[in-house]
């Protein structure tokens, strides 16, 4: 199990990391959650996927299990900027607009999204193994693009995991129920440098 990062740049070094965690999105977030998002019947892709965006994927065996996208706050491209502050805007009615009392947007301050584990991983050792992986490379891409701090708008249960794994994570904002998917979620904010306890990333 290992950890690669990559952006438009050089995602093809990397096979085809990049197309199959955008699958690994789809069957997620399409087929299990039942967000009505942009995909084509194998691979999810939104208005965030673009030159600005950093990702970080996991891969066991030649296979992507997971990953997560990472992008400044000041990020613009076109009419988009990034999730959160575009929902703050009104831009996403399925995100309520109170999620923050203000969007931020700073490069120092870069957003996290899409972090998505396959449930190939059944052992839970595993699990923390590979979330603890895709979280570094997120950390690491965007603290080398002049992050210090990292926000997510993420389930209310991802705040103790990270938390187990060192990260210094705390709330930011009020939770809120989607009553699409049925769960609870709120904006959680961490540090972007090395967590407290450090992961082996050998493959």
Known sequence: MYNVTFDFSDFHRHGRAFYDFLALRKCFFVDELGWDIPHDGHVEMDQYDTPQARYSVVVLDGVV???ART???TAKWGKNGYMLGDA???LLPGIPRDILHEAPCSAQIWECTRLVMSHSVTNRDDRARCLALIVEGLA???HHGGAERLISLS???LERALRQLGWDTVRIGEPYLNTGDGRRYAV?????TKPVVQTSVAA
């Open 65 to 67: 299990i997971g990953g």
């Open 71 to 73: 992008m400044p706050t």
């Open 88 to 90: 703050v805007a009104g």
């Open 140 to 142: 690491r891409a965007a």
């Open 155 to 157: 389930p209310l249960t």
């Open 188 to 192: 959680l904010s961490m540090s972007a």
